[in-house]
Every structure is written in C-alpha cells, then in structure tokens.
C-alpha cells in the first residue's frame, strides 16, 4: 500500500524559513516523480513543485521560484520542500504526492499524504 | 496557464444522478483527471484519462469529454459521496486544478 507521510509544517513568521519532509513507503521511490500541492485554508488545490525520479530535474510555480527548493534522497524514500523567505500567502496545506502511469496516461497526482499545516504569521 | 471552470455547487437527492461540468481554456485532449475530497481529509483520485476509473473506486462514478468539455457524473448519489471534486489538467504545464464542486444532498 503505498504510504506518504508528511511532516515539519508549523507557524512561522514572515521571512523565515521551513523544510517539510515526505516519508514514502509501500512503493519503490525511485522509480516515480514526486510533487507538492498546497492548498490555502478554504481554497482549492495549487500545484507548487515537482521533482524527476531521479532528482535530475525539477519545476516550480511561478510563485515560489528562487524561494523554494524541492528535493530527494531515494536511498532513504524521503521527499522535501525547503521553503524559503516565507509570505503570508503561502500559509496552506501542503501535500506531498506520487505520479502514475499505466503505460498510456501519466498522472501527476496519482495519490496523497494527508497533508502538513504551514502557517506564515507574526 | 490552462484554466478550468466548474459551477461552485451542486445539490442533488440521494439515489439520483450529479453531472459535474468542467471546461478548460484550451484543449487537454484526455489529459483531464478527477479527485475527491470530503471535509478534512486529502484528495483522492478518482478518474484520470477523462474517463478511466482508477484502482477500487465504485463503478458508479464516471467520466467523459475530451478537448475542453469534461463531465463526471455519480449515479446513484449516495450520502457517503458529499465532498468537493475538482478536475485537474495534466495536457500542459503548469498542471492546474478546477476551483471545485462542492456536491450536496437535497
């Protein structure tokens, strides 16, 4: 059963920094490209960044580009989201998320952690 | 960036059918996806390709469409399916997600 975990959300203060952590299981990580999708309270969902099976490549929104940093360690199955200079408006729901492909379609979001609170206050 | 527009709401009765639209700005093709989300808890997806059910989800959700016209329909409604379901496009990047549907129960 493949597994997504999230952790290291919080209060932060505006300016400040935060990594988030994404535990995988169930499946081999390296094989797929993870993502994080953030969602604001009461809002809808917003693809943030996404990283290749093998770290090589990775893609932001235009929003978060030169603030956040996604990553991985596929030895330890382990996604990260190193955000930077933190804004109010990135307070929201972050959701660490797995692709699939079934040979045809590529799903980008194919399945989800429950989600880790980040919320940029003073 | 590709927009999808869905209606906010929708209010069905239980054992009826609940047709939500979703249009795109331009064309996907198939490359549309729809997820669900109840109060609280994480998306999960539900149909990808425009129409293919994913892995253990009933068959009474479905979905159609291609280019910039998508439908996905629940039939019979059931009390167990209120959530939000948004459709979500993989044609172009950035990947985008419709604003959501909020599905009631009359």
């Known amino acids: 059963e493949v597994q997504l975990v999230e952790s290291g959300g919080g209060l932060v203060q505006p300016g400040r920094s935060l990594k988030l952590s994404c535990a995988a299981s169930g499946f081999t990580f390296s094989n797929y490209y993870m993502a994080w999708v953030r969602q604001a309270p009461t809002k809808g969902l917003e693809w943030v960044a996404s990283i290749t099976n093998s770290g090589g490549s990775t893609y932001y929104r235009d929003s978060v580009k030169g603030r956040f940093t996604i990553s991985r360690d596929n030895a330890k199955s382990t996604l990260y989201l190193q955000m930077d200079s933190l804004r109010s408006e990135d307070t929201a729901t972050y959701y660490c998320?797995?692709?699939?492909?079934?040979?045809?379609?590529?799903?980008?979001?194919?399945?989800w952690g429950q989600g880790t609170l980040v919320t940029v206050s003073s | 960036d590709i927009v999808l527009t869905q209606s906010p709401a929708l209010a069905v009765s239980l054992g009826q059918r609940a047709t939500i639209s979703c249009r795109a700005s331009e064309s996907v093709r198939s490359s549309m996806h729809w997820y669900q989300q109840k109060s609280g808890q994480q998306p999960k997806l539900l149909i990808y390709?425009?129409?293919n059910l994913a892995s253990g989800v009933p068959a009474r959700f479905s979905g159609s469409g291609s280019g910039t016209d998508f439908t996905f329909t629940i039939d019979p409604v059931e009390a167990d399916d209120i959530a939000t379901y948004y459709c979500q496009q993989s044609r172009n990047d950035p990947f985008t997600f419709g604003s959501g549907t909020k599905l009631e129960i009359k």
């Open positions: 998320t797995r692709d699939d492909y079934d040979g045809y379609y590529h799903v980008p979001f194919a399945y």
């Open positions: 390709g425009a129409s």
